[in-house]
Nanobody
């Protein structure tokens, strides 16, 4: 199973950017997909996710500016980012809990995408 994230880049403060992540491989089912980020010199933090009730949940620092969405039919998750600030500069990672087919039977594991860099210039 692979998570492929895309959409990062350089944007001016106040601008917008959208990230995409698609899961591929021997997928039986996807339990959740969400977004994390890691700024230079800082720990990885959760940015946006869906709760068990399928409602959206955001880090306080991005609430009102970022929107997470999901396309279950295409094993994809998106992050729409508006009013970007310099402190949003980070590598953004998609993350998922997935049940996987295997020769030895199905198993469940969490997976990380390779990360996509978002740089916000002030």
């Amino acid at each position: 199973v692979q998570l492929q994230a895309s959409g990062g880049g350089l944007v001016q403060a106040g601008g917008s950017l959208s990230l995409s992540c698609v899961a591929s491989g021997s997928i039986l089912s996807i339990d959740y997909m969400d977004w994390y980020r890691q700024a230079p010199g800082k720990e990885r933090e959760l940015v946006a996710t869906f709760t068990s009730a399928e409602s959206e949940n955001y880090a306080g620092s991005v609430k009102g500016r970022f929107t997470i969405s999901r396309d279950k039919a295409h094993n994809s998750v998106y992050l729409h980012m508006n009013s970007l600030k310099s402190e949003d500069t980070a590598v953004y990672y998609c993350h998922a809990g997935i049940s996987v087919f295997s020769d030895r039977g199905p198993y469940y594991d969490e997976f990380w995408g390779q990360g996509t860099l978002v740089t916000v210039s002030s």
